[in-house]
């Protein structure tokens, strides 16, 4: 590939990198409320809170490095850094810890349990690291 080529940035990562970087500001948000025990103010009730205060230190640690992970991996990729593959990949590590916590160990109370919601982090993440994937096949990433 010719550095003329390397160097344009296809209008289609911009849309991906500020969807995605929107898309995991909320996870992001999620996680540092329930970090600093501001879940009160987000009208979570007390058995909601009492499930999050029981969440145990890996399994944080999962969602931890999944919703990081994510956040990291977008801004990476509109920096065009291929380094946004490797942020992705550690983000669905801590997503395949999240889900085997959340599906298999525990239980999450009705309210917060939503499978349509799991889904969608699974497809948006799973997105996010194939198409990191082909912008650095196809030379984007640097």
Not at 77 to 83: I, V
């Amino acid at each position: 590939m010719n550095d003329t080529a390397q160097s344009k940035t296809p209008w289609h990562l911009w849309v991906v990198g500020i969807i995605t970087l929107f898309w995991n500001s909320i996870g992001i948000f999620s996680y540092v409320s329930t970090q600093t025990g501001n879940l009160e103010s987000l009208g979570m009730t007390p058995e909601q809170i009492a499930y999050f205060d029981s969440v145990p230190p890996w399994a944080d640690a999962f969602w931890a490095l999944g919703v990081w992970g994510a956040f990291l991996g977008s801004i990476l990729l509109l920096f065009r850094s291929r380094w946004a593959v490797t942020s992705i990949s550690i983000s669905i590590i801590g997503l395949i810890g999240s889900t085997i916590f959340q599906r298999f160990i525990t239980d999450i109370p009705e309210e917060l349990d939503s499978i349509g919601l799991s889904a969608l982090i699974w497809v948006t993440t799973l997105f996010m690291l194939g198409y990191s994937m082909r912008m650095r096949r196809q030379g984007i990433l640097r």
